[in-house]
């Protein structure tokens, strides 16, 4: 049944990202592909043993409708190095904290809102919330929050200013499939 559900979920956002014309880009690619990663909630057990602790009621997590500015500040040092320097050229002979305030600073965007309909991408049950930053050539920054207090955050600036929350860096394939995943626990 909780397949079914799944499978179903996957084929309605399918349906709706064809009915309101969205573009087909690879941007759009990348978000489809890491909100499928996302709502398999082996995915996310296998990155954190909190997620273990999360109920199947909690997949697919809700998707907000706009799209942040998202920091690397907190976020685990290794996959900077890894995956995120190398893909900038020119900044990689820099330490990892200099790095940090010039790629915050380069990548800062006004939020936008980018996904039309956002009932699609509701779960009522769920506490779990997803936000996305603007995808790079082969990765895509996120933050997933925990609603605790079923506040029903609507958007980025009404999550608790004081929790743990989870930065994740999704990697790409060239058919802009995940193919990596990394998420660590950020503490508050």
Known sequence: MKIFLCLW????????LKAQNFDTSIINKKYLSAIK????????KNADNFFKKISKRNYPPN????????????????????????????FSKIKVNEFILLYDKEHYFEPENYFKDDSCFKNKKSQLYLVFSKPEEKYLLAELYVDYYNNKPSDYQSFPKFGSYFKIVFLFDDNYRVISFFCNQVHQ
């Open 9 to 16: 979920v996957f084929i309605f956002i399918d349906i709706n």
């Open 37 to 44: 990663y996302v709502s398999k909630s082996k995915n996310l």
């Open 63 to 90: 998707i907000l409708t706009e799209i942040y500015p998202i920091s690397l500040i907190m976020l685990n040092k290794n996959v900077i190095e890894e995956v995120i320097k190398p893909d900038t050229g020119n």
